[in-house]
């Protein structure tokens, strides 16, 4: 089926392990970007790329890194994971533009940091 | 500071009456303004929307309103079935943002049956 798919769907990490977490979208959408939902915080931007070879800094970028390795594939990596991090992951793509209603999720990363 | 705000974390109805969602935001220059709707265990999937040129759209069960003067927004569900309870969320764009979408914190819809 077309959409995005986000893996792993599940990931526990220590303190101060690293990470990446993959997306890939079969949509050819120009855009894409990576939201955390918190409980009562709803969904905050971290990092988008507008286009390919593109990235730009969201709402909540600190302790993430991003890199969109083709038109597909948007990663984002957690270099040294601390509690504050866990949350809800989720990818989405667009075309560039006025289509917000062409934002397609992923179905999440539900990350804990212990 | 949260530029959408969606003040009322949860609300239930009874299966056959009306659902309104309510969202508030403050920045003005939001011209475009969604609806999301998210079951547990799955990704937002797009509702409806509202361009700041217009207010209302409607599709089906689902309306929304804007008023632009009080920089609010509804949402609108006649009749509420089982199936909508769900987390819903309010978004606003802006071209001058590159039109990324910023979310409300969502509200939590029970249906009754």
């Known amino acids: 089926n077309a959409g995005v798919t986000q893996t792993p769907k599940f990931q526990v990490l220590k303190t101060g392990q690293s990470m990446t977490l993959q997306c890939a979208q079969d949509?050819?959408?120009?855009?894409m970007y990576w939201y955390r939902q918190d409980p009562g915080m709803g969904l905050r931007l971290i990092y988008y790329?507008?286009?390919?070879?593109?990235?730009d800094k969201g709402e909540v970028p600190n302790g993430y890194n991003v890199s969109r390795l083709n038109k597909r594939e948007f990663s984002l990596r957690l270099e040294s994971a601390a509690p504050s991090q866990t949350s809800v992951y989720f990818c989405?793509?667009?075309?560039?533009?006025?289509?917000?209603?062409?934002?397609?999720f992923g179905s999440g990363t539900r990350l804990t940091v212990v | 500071d949260q530029q959408v705000k969606q003040n009322s974390p949860s609300l239930s109805v009874q299966e056959g009456r009306i659902s309104i969602l309510n969202c508030d935001y403050t920045?003005?220059?939001?011209?475009?303004f969604l609806w999301y709707k998210k079951y547990p265990a799955e990704g937002p999937t797009f509702l409806i929307s509202?361009?700041?040129?217009?207010d209302k759209n409607e599709d089906g069960r689902f309306t929304v309103f804007l008023n632009k003067s009080a920089k609010h927004l509804s949402l609108h569900i006649v009749p509420s079935q089982p199936g909508d309870s769900a987390v819903y969320f309010c978004?606003?764009?802006?071209?001058?943002?590159?039109?990324?979408?910023?979310f409300g914190a969502g509200t939590i819809l029970r249906v009754k049956s």
């Open positions: 978004a606003a764009s802006a071209k001058e943002y590159g039109n990324k979408l910023v």
């Open positions: 920045n003005s220059m939001f011209d475009y």
């Open positions: 949509m050819n959408h120009n855009s």
């Open positions: 989405a793509s667009s075309e560039s533009g006025r289509d917000g209603y062409g934002y397609t």
């Open positions: 509202i361009s700041s040129i217009k």
């Open positions: 790329s507008a286009s390919e070879g593109t990235t």
